[in-house]
């Protein structure tokens, strides 16, 4: 069983750019496939970004282009490097496991989300 903790979110304005980041322990996470997911208030939780354990990715169109997800496994640590910010980004974000590849949350690991907010 593996702990997550996000952090790195904020207030920015439109056009801006944050990076989150997604802290593993009690687990190694350098042979699992890991992934970001986000909620905004009366939405539905939607994928954002994947990256297999030997490096491929994965993401949803709406931020193709704009977000990078990388990973640093001497750390245990997942990031999300997130520009060009759009008020539509604004959501809860999240990490978990992706099992299967390349969209899936395998269920059991989920931190407590962090609070992205783009203003206009």
């Known amino acids: 069983q593996v702990q997550l903790v996000e952090s790195g979110g904020g207030l920015v304005q439109a056009g801006g750019s944050l990076r989150l980041s997604c802290e593993a322990s009690g687990r190694t996470i350098s042979s699992k496939n890991m992934g970001w997911f986000r909620q905004a208030p009366g939405k539905e939780r939607e994928f954002v970004a994947a990256?297999?354990?030997?490096?491929?990715?994965d993401y949803a169109g709406s931020v193709k282009g704009r977000f990078t997800i990388s990973r640093d496994n001497a750390k245990n640590t997942v990031y999300l490097q997130m520009n060009s910010l759009k008020p539509e980004d604004t959501a809860v974000y999240y990490c978990?496991?992706?099992?299967?590849?390349?969209?899936?949350?395998?269920?059991?690991?989920w931190g407590q989300g962090t609070q992205v907010t783009v203003s206009s």
């Open positions: 990256i297999s354990w030997i490096g491929g990715t």
């Open positions: 978990t496991r992706i099992l299967p590849w390349p969209r899936s949350a395998d269920g059991d690991s």
